[in-house]
């Protein structure tokens, strides 16, 4: 199946456009034209008009909503092949799971979970998204290919960040000297620790091949939060940056276990990150939960942008980022799905669930921010995290066109009020109807134009099921023997008191 070919010159006319500009503007009925990948205008009806005899093809979406195409500024693809995988428990023994199920995956599975993740995306209405890609036990090129080629493929604008880190996981959380049993601390000091330099090897090709920020699809670094990093990783990873300024996404002060990493005495994670020059207004620090004023400070003198991903940060109970202060110093907020076995890619979920928290948060509802207001700025904020600044996440002339076209016509949307407030309120990413990505249409009718999905479906499908025995018998004895060390060490930082609280304590 191919996409639909766009034409030097389109139209899409008579429906309500939501610009999601910093104004809130809003032209029903409207119209928008796009020469290619492009926006030339936008504005109601007969207000720009084409040179005599330049050929346009006209759209019909009268009845229907136009928006900017939703950024996911954080999601980890390989997680799409595991759903229903995650129950229920911290991050700290969710990763135990995880590292032992997620290991291993072909090029080809990568390829697979990347389409996958694009394709839930796309149908709720996401036309870019960070890809925070993790091969374990270590990053290939045949892998990252994998995962770049399917997101080509498929017609989704995708940042990859390739995560890597190079500590074994027991030394980067607060577990006590003698917490686990001889035999599996051998175990982990025996494990292959993964080269730095074969990271970087790879990054420097990958970035010659796919480092503009214009490319649909590109890549930037993705170096894992400092505590599972060596000093060796970090510095090796300024002097990266210092040679090619690319654009970087880590984890950042996740859970509270993470916070108890931080050396005392010394400078805390972002402002370690900053004096080795890695961190700049290209970076994201995803989930930025646990930090304190000086972590802050170092983020908005950095010039970074937070990604923040209330889903899973509630799933695994982690705590809540403190966005209401993020936006008075000035930071900018995106907002990520995070893995897919944390919860559905839906964008737009994420986005209220994360207004909602920040009310149970603040006591001054005026400082609470309004459906107009969150959608245009973590439009703006996504932007910036992807290196396009201005060009994503709003309709404006000159702006690229990724545009989502949504059928209302349900009893959710029916009365209709407030445009802004129904989309942020109501909307789940349900009523797609069509998706335009650098001006190539990529779904119509609710269905993806540019791959057979339900071939892609059956393939996961098939994946899955191979992959679901994998785990040895002896991975999940491993992991067994772990839980009650782990489970200690969470309840014991729980109940810590660091001056610092980002949970909901109900007295």
Same mark, same amino acid.
């Given at each position: ?112 979970? $990347? ?51 190079? %500590? ?19 175990? #982990? ?26 490319? %649909?699809?590109?890549? @930037? ?24 300024? $690319? ?23 972002? %402002? ?42 509630? @799933? ?39 207004? #909602? ?58 009365? @209709? ?57 002896? $991975? ?6 772990? #839980? ?24």
């Amino acid at each position: 199946m191919t996409s639909r070919e766009s034409p030097a010159l389109r139209c899409l006319t008579g429906g309500t456009v939501a610009t999601f500009d910093s104004l809130g503007t809003v032209f029903d009925p409207g119209e928008i034209w796009f020469r290619g990948g492009t926006i030339v205008a936008v504005g109601a009806p007969g207000s720009w008009m084409p040179e005599d005899g330049e050929p346009v093809e006209t759209i019909d979406v009268s009845g229907r909503i136009v928006i900017p195409g939703f950024i996911n500024a954080h999601s980890h693809s390989y997680s799409a092949i595991l759903k229903g995988t995650v129950e229920k428990g911290p991050l700290d023994i969710y990763m135990l799971d995880v590292i032992a199920a997620g290991s291993a995956m072909t090029p080809r599975q990568c390829h697979v979970s $990347a389409q996958l993740d694009a394709l839930n995306m796309l149908r709720r209405g996401v036309t870019s998204v960070i890809d925070h890609y993790s091969e374990r036990p270590a990053l290939t090129a045949e892998g990252l290919d994998g995962a770049c080629s399917g997101f080509a493929e498929i017609g989704i604008r995708a940042t990859v960040a390739p995560m890597f880190s190079d %500590r074994p996981y027991i030394e980067t959380v607060p577990l006590g000297e003698g917490a686990l049993p001889d035999d599996l601390r051998r175990w #982990y000091e025996e494990q292959p620790r993964p080269d730095p330099a074969r990271y970087f090897a790879i990054m420097e090709d990958a970035l010659a091949d796919r480092g503009s920020a214009a490319g %649909r699809v590109h890549v @930037m670094l993705g170096v894992d939060g400092v505590q599972r990093c060596s000093e060796q990783l970090i510095r090796m990873t300024g002097e990266f940056q210092q040679r090619h300024g $690319a654009g970087i996404q880590t984890h950042m002060l996740e859970s509270k276990t993470q916070a108890a990493m931080r050396p005392p005495g010394g400078p805390g994670f972002v %402002r370690l990150l900053a004096d080795h020059g890695i961190i700049n207004d290209r970076s994201s620090l995803v989930h930025f939960i646990w930090t304190d004023g000086d972590d802050i400070a170092a983020a908005r003198e950095a010039g970074v942008t937070v990604v923040h991903c209330p889903q899973s940060n509630a @799933m695994l109970g982690a705590g809540i980022c403190p966005v209401v202060r993020l936006a008075d110093e000035g930071i900018p907020v995106a907002f990520g799905t995070d893995g897919s076995n944390c919860g559905p890619a839906s964008y737009i979920e994420n986005l209220r669930i994360g207004a #909602y928290l920040a009310r149970l948060t603040e006591p001054d509802f005026e400082r609470w921010p309004d459906a107009a207001g969150l959608l245009q700025s973590a439009g703006s904020a996504g932007a910036r995290a992807m290196g396009r600044p201005g060009e994503l996440g709003v309709i404006d002339a000159g702006a690229c066109a990724d545009l989502v076209v949504l059928n209302p016509q349900g009893h959710w949307h029916e009365p @209709m009020g407030d445009i802004h407030r129904h989309l942020f309120y109501y909307e789940s990413g349900e009523s797609v109807e069509s998706v335009w990505v650098d001006g190539r249409q990529v779904v119509a009718n609710g269905r993806l134009a540019t791959i057979d999905e339900d071939a892609l479906v059956s393939e996961a499908v098939e994946i899955t099921a191979r992959r679901s025995g994998a785990m040895s018998e002896e $991975a999940r004895e491993r992991i067994a023997a772990q #839980y009650p060390a782990f489970r200690e060490m969470i309840l014991e930082q729980f109940a810590s008191e660091t001056g610092i609280e980002r949970r909901i304590r109900l007295v």
